[in-house]
């Protein structure tokens, strides 16, 4: 089966900022794309047992980060996850059995729509937030949604090619 690869282009000159959010929308559409045209089933399907690693737990964790450190510490704002009850420390976005997969990817790109405003209303990369006493700035989560993403697209792919033998970026 082939998708059609629609990701966003990362610009190779230009100011940091565009280049970090395209960056960013970039690895936001590779997990889309590595999700694309699987069925319920297979988006919940475990890579390995005793791993609960999935293409859907993977969606979900996604949403998790993106609301996490864009809402919740660059923007002060204290949401809570639709996943994990309060005061729990098991990451429920990973438990996927029964999962609703339109909930999850309508999550997902609602968190990612917000990150994306937040990023637009700091007056600079060098805007900050903190978390446990440390302090964060726009750049640096930039910087590390872009690794949270790469290193997830990673596992991506491998579930994608077990599930299918679909390979690729």
């Known amino acids: ?23 960013l929308d970039f690895q936001r559409d590779t997990l889309a794309l590595k999700c694309a045209g699987l069925t319920p089933e297979q988006l919940r399907t475990r890579a390995v047992d ?54 999850a990817f309508t999550i997902w790109r609602e968190q990612c729509a917000r990150s994306r ?12 937030g903190t978390h446990e006493g440390e302090t964060y700035s726009v750049r640096y989560l930039l910087a590390h949604m872009i690794e949270e993403y790469a290193r997830h697209n990673g596992h991506a792919d491998l579930l994608r090619e077990r599930l299918d033998g679909a390979t690729g970026e």
């Open 1 to 23: 089966m082939t998708i059609q690869d629609q990701r966003t282009s990362v610009p190779y000159t230009g100011d940091e900022r565009a280049v970090l959010t395209a960056m």
């Open 50 to 103: 005793p791993s609960a690693l999935s293409l859907l737990g993977l969606v979900r964790h996604a949403a998790e980060v993106e609301r996490g450190w864009f809402r919740n510490v660059l923007n002060g704002e204290r949401s809570l996850s639709p996943w994990t009850p309060p005061g729990s420390t098991d990451w429920a976005d990973f438990e996927v059995d029964g999962a609703d997969v339109d909930e």
């Open 117 to 128: 405003a937040i990023v637009a209303e700091a007056d600079s990369l060098d805007a900050t």
